[in-house]
């Protein structure tokens, strides 16, 4: 494949800014049906060495699915999502990520830094952390987004300019071993072994897991007195804990001032509320919220044996 021409002529073929990204990285991808390498075709698609073949979205995403997969995320959920990222909602979490990520990348020396992102949603939080590395001046970092939801990933190539996006799943990252120096992964489901596979050696994974407070003026409502146990992150962490070694963990817990039209975009982007009754619902807008506990536990770690 010629890679390097693609890479060098882009620019003069008039091929968009977008589509040019993914077509300079073709050498961070495999093809998620047989594995194989994969190269550009004709400025508009990449395709492994077997012919299988992927086109580039006109905003600059590859959708790597065989079939649309439901998430139970549509695009009025990341619509919410996104309002609420905007608002600052995830900003001290995502500046002690940035801080575990600077750290670690300015050990590195020459080429970018690759950051992926895995469940991503609609990409808000990856633009954030890689704008705060950019202003921080720590060097050449890409970022790489994959989110299972054709929704979340369109959203997220349209706004962020500059990273490169890909829906795919989550058990089979259409990535070649070895390309990461970190991974982040928030609030999202983990897949262990590919997570293994796609990280440097050296690399490091950063996990974002709810706090035992996170949200609980909804859960309060939500789950009543009876459910006011603290919900337990613990699981979580053991399971981490079987996969990768830990380096550290930090708690980042806060409050936030919110408005009404803030708190229907929080209760709109939850999961919480997915399981609980219109009523339910309707009585935590009513039930005059106005600030929000944010509670996060960041776990860092590196590849067992190293
Ligand atoms: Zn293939």
Known sequence: MPKDVIASNNVNK???????????NTALFRCPICKNEMGARDFKSIVCLKGHCFDIART?????????????????????????????LFDPMLRCISGMISSKVTKSSGKSAMILDAGCGEGSQLGKIINDLHSSGIGKVQGVGIDI???GITMASKAHFGIIWCVADLTNFP?????FDVIIN?????NYEEFARVLK???ILIKVVPGNSYLKELRDIFYGEANKREYSNQKVIDNYRRNFRVLDIQTVKYNK??????????IAMTPLSWTVTHEKIAQAYDAGIDRITADFTIIKGAKKGR
């Open 14 to 24: 008039g091929v968009s800014v977008r589509k040019a990204k993914f077509l300079e």
């Open 60 to 88: 600059g995403y590859v959708n790597f699915l065989q079939r649309a997969d439901k998430t139970g995320y549509d695009e009025g959920l990341f619509y919410s999502r996104n309002i609420v990222s905007e608002s600052g």
């Open 149 to 151: 939801s054709k929704e």
């Open 175 to 179: 990535l070649m071993n070895e390309q």
């Open 186 to 190: 928030i609030l999202s489901p983990s």
């Open 201 to 203: 050696d050296d690399g």
């Open 257 to 266: 001032v919110v408005d009404k039209n803030e708190l229907s975009h929080i």
